[in-house]
């Protein structure tokens, strides 16, 4: 069996690096002789270009943004326990995430852990692609990764500035991160509806998925636009209050209801 890959995630919200967890790579046994090791080559590269996938958002547990969202502090306290407890209690909020290239003709690379002692700090290594050798996570073993440890690789590492009514309040920010991650699913469901796939005709596995991944791409267009437009590239919680105007500008009547129930559930909690 192989080991597991991942590539890197960047959350749109709150700029923090993560690792996501892609699948299992091809086992490195096969890579034995000449022939094998070109073989193995050629398994990887199809693992890379099968689920590396670098125009499409990804809806992931972001460490950062669910201590936002649980008004706790992501610095204090909001460890590999307390996040693993979040999310089994169904309290975790998706945010929209893409994955990390590090050469705009490439896709994004692929990783693997080197360490096979689960007890240890894992060791993540480049399996694929182009991309640092290895990685380096934070203390709280989350998957998050030591953001400044990517400075060398062209990577912004500048920290996340909240403006002052969020720095200071909270449960100000937990609803803000609700309330934009609530726009961002509603984005892919608008663009689901946008594709019309509802017209009952059977299809195949491989029309199923080219469809899904049509849907996932127009979204990830729609959200990196609202992005770029709205807070100039930096984090959408960076810029909130402008992000939140041009998200209920841009949000359909659905998504705008996904909006206010993600505020209100956030003034319950």
Avoid at 103 to 109: Q, S
């Amino acid at each position: 069996m192989g080991d597991e890959g991942a590539a890197i995630s960047n959350c749109l919200l709150c700029d923090s690096y993560a690792l996501l967890t892609l699948g299992l790579l091809p086992d490195r046994k096969l890579a034995r002789g000449i022939k094998g090791r070109a073989a193995h080559e050629d398994l990887l590269e199809e693992f890379q270009e099968k689920h590396a996938l670098k125009d499409v958002t990804f809806f992931l547990a972001c460490p950062t943004c669910n201590a936002f969202a649980s008004a706790s502090d992501p610095n204090q306290g909001f460890d590999q326990v307390k996040h693993g407890e979040y999310l089994r209690d169904g309290l975790a909020v998706l945010t929209p995430c893409h994955l990390v290239v590090f050469d705009d003709e490439e896709l994004p690379p692929v990783y693997r852990n080197e360490e096979s002692d689960a007890g240890r700090k894992p060791r993540w290594r480049l399996a694929q692609g182009v991309g640092p050798a290895g990685l380096e996570l934070d203390r709280t073993r989350t998957g998050r990764l030591h953001k400044n440890s990517l400075r060398p690789f062209g990577i912004d590492v500048r920290p996340l500035s909240l403006p002052d009514d969020l720095a200071r309040d909270p449960q100000e920010l937990a609803r803000a991160v609700r309330e934009a991650c609530a726009f961002a699913e509603g984005t892919l469901a608008d663009a689901a509806a946008a594709a019309g796939g509802g017209d009952g005709d059977p299809k195949s596995k491989e029309d199923a998925e080219a469809a899904e991944t049509e849907i996932a791409v127009a979204a990830s267009a729609a959200l990196r636009a609202w992005r770029a437009e709205a807070c100039g590239g930096r984090p959408v919680l960076e810029a909130w209050a402008g992000a939140r105007a041009a998200a209920l500008e841009r949000a359909s009547a659905e998504t705008a209801r996904r909006m206010q129930d993600a505020a209100v559930k956030g003034e319950d909690e």
